[in-house]
């Protein structure tokens, strides 16, 4: 069964970029759904989005994904995944977790730790 850590967050000013990352353990990833969520401060969980590892298949929520800001990608060499965000805002200031077989919240079973980002000045 897979393990999934994540890393990478830290304090960003605004219009900084971030990438964290989502590291594999127990299994390659390789034809498997990670999907990446985030839960800030008092608000429910969300997703952010998902890729398809080993395929062109990435989606990302309809929150994000007319900003154009987020991008999430993978490296099956590494049995990585990742989340790169560029132009931050404080609005993204956030817990970032990732999780398998999962593009919604609801569907994941276990949660990590996540990877704390902040962003302010």
């Known amino acids: 069964q897979v393990q999934l850590v994540e890393s990478g967050g830290g304090l960003v000013q605004p219009g900084g970029s971030l990438t964290l990352s989502c590291a594999a353990s127990?299994?390659?990833?390789?034809?498997?759904?990670i999907g990446w969520f985030r839960q800030a401060p008092g608000k429910e969980r969300e997703g952010v989005g998902c890729i398809t590892v080993g395929s062109d298949s990435i989606y990302y929520t309809a929150s994000v994904r007319g900003q154009g800001r987020f991008t999430i990608s993978a490296d099956t060499a590494k049995n990585m995944v990742y989340l790169q965000i560029n132009d931050m805002k404080p609005e993204d200031t956030a817990n970032y977790y990732c999780a398998p077989n999962a593009c919604d919240p609801s569907a994941v079973h276990y949660w990590g730790q996540g990877t704390r980002v902040t962003v302010s000045s």
């Open positions: 127990g299994s390659t990833l390789d034809g498997d759904t």
